[in-house]
């Protein structure tokens, strides 16, 4: 963990040392919810860029650097989604993005084809209230404690339990979930 939490929006090295022990763990984190591998690759970008302008928001006492990395991607990826919403339906989406070369677009194209199942848990969990369903996904999915989730989604531990207990009742009746949360 960073000691001085504004410490790797100033220092190089302790930033890539970040950045190199967390990519991975982020990329999973996007690469189950988005299936474009050059989306998945702006949006892990865009999330270590927050991570630099956000870095003194970082509170150890409150969780886990990863708790705090999937808020942070999160928090990107639900601007991504609006500001995609409102940009005519994609239609310039790739313009002035860097292409990905054959070797970078084979390894997110395993990593999506890898979390494939957590997509379709996703789909499944899509009738879900928003708060719930975020749940779920945080501790079934992306494997968070209870209070790792509550600290990402900025409520509660006791809301966070509350809202698994909920999620975990509707969703008992589909296989996939079923298989997910009887660990």
């Known amino acids: 963990m960073f000691r001085r939490q504004a410490e790797i929006a100033t220092d190089p090295v302790a930033f890539e040392a ?3 022990r967390h990519v991975d763990a982020v990329t999973r984190f996007l690469a189950r919810r988005v299936d474009d591998p050059h989306m998945v690759a702006d949006l892990v970008a865009e999330v270590f860029m927050a991570v630099l302008d956000s ?55 395993e990593r999506i084809d890898a979390e494939r199942k957590a997509r379709q848990i996703f789909t499944a969990m899509a009738d879900l209230p928003e708060g719930e369903r975020a749940v779920l ?40 979930v079923r298989e997910e949360t009887s660990r």
Not at 143 to 158: D, F, H, N, Y
């Open 55 to 109: 870095a003194h928001t970082y509170r150890a006492g409150r969780g886990t650097e990863i708790a705090w990395l999937c808020g942070v991607a999160s928090n990107t990826l639900s601007a991504e989604r609006r500001r995609a919403f409102k940009e005519s339906r994609l239609t310039n989406r790739m313009s002035g993005q860097r292409p990905l070369d054959a070797d970078d677009l084979a390894r997110l194209e």
């Open 137 to 176: 996904e945080l501790v079934v999915i992306d494997q968070l404690t209870v209070t790792e989730a509550a600290m990402a989604l900025g409520i509660r531990p006791g809301n966070a339990k509350v809202r698994l207990h909920r999620a975990r009742r509707k969703m008992r009746e589909v296989p996939l």
């Open 18 to 20: 970040f950045y190199r």
